[in-house]
């Protein structure tokens, strides 16, 4: 496909269960970002990778919340023992090079019961 | 204070309406802005990318940034029922690096 792929689209998980959401980047694109998106607010920065090299996870919230990128492209996002409070829409973004554009998925809608 | 501030709306205007939406920001050291649209459901879509301060236009869509000031607006002419979602500013100091997001601004347009 054309665009960047997230599944799955949707997942309920209960309180205290392990979740892991997959983002496929375009074809290509050398940095990858996660986004977590609240009800209502704007997208806020998670971590981003160049390649398979993590350069940035300062917005993780805990360390709950662990991404990986083993070989460059496909990336996962784990969160341990999801809490209510991670409910959220989960945006994965992908850029050719630094100072391009993102190109964001229509995300993984996670709600934690 | 949040590093960029957006009135959240909701906006509703009728058809053929000049819409103006607005952020302001408050680090100087950011340099590059965007406007990203964002449909129910979906991903956000990129729709303008300026560096500089001054206006730059994209068919119905005019970018305006000043920086003296920390505001960025952003016009749609001419607006469309299709033109109803939320709209995200986004600003970052370097051109991809993380962007940090207003609220975002939920617009209606009314046939």
């Known amino acids: 496909g054309a665009g960047v792929s997230q599944s799955p689209r949707y997942k309920v998980a209960k309180r205290g269960q392990d979740v892991a959401l997959r983002c496929d980047p375009i074809s290509g694109h050398v940095s990858l970002f996660w986004y977590q998106q609240a009800l209502g607010q704007g997208p806020e920065f998670l971590t981003y990778?160049?390649?398979?090299?993590?350069?940035?996870k300062s917005g993780l919230p805990s360390d709950r919340f662990f991404a990986e990128r083993p070989e460059g492209s496909v990336s996962t996002l784990k969160i341990q023992r999801t809490q209510q409070e991670d409910s959220a829409v989960y945006l994965c973004?992908?850029?050719?090079?630094?100072?391009?554009?993102?190109?964001f998925g229509n995300g993984t809608r996670l709600t934690v019961t | 204070q949040k590093e960029v501030e957006q009135d959240p709306g909701p906006l509703s205007v009728p058809e053929g309406a000049i819409v103006s939406l607005n952020c302001t920001y408050s680090n100087s050291a950011f340099q590059y802005f965007m406007w990203y649209r964002q449909y129910s459901r979906k991903g956000p879509e990129l729709l303008m990318y300026t560096y500089s301060s001054g206006n730059k236009e994209d068919g119905r869509f005019t970018a305006q940034v000043d920086k003296s000031s920390k505001y960025i607006s952003l016009f749609i002419r001419d607006s469309q029922p299709s033109d109803s979602a939320t709209y995200l500013c986004?600003?970052?100091?370097?051109?991809?690096?993380?962007?940090?997001f207003g609220k975002g601004t939920k617009l209606t347009v009314n046939p």
């Open positions: 990778f160049q390649n398979e090299a993590q350069l940035d």
């Open positions: 973004a992908s850029s050719f090079e630094y100072n391009s554009p993102l190109h």
């Open positions: 986004a600003i970052t100091q370097g051109g991809s690096e993380k962007l940090v």
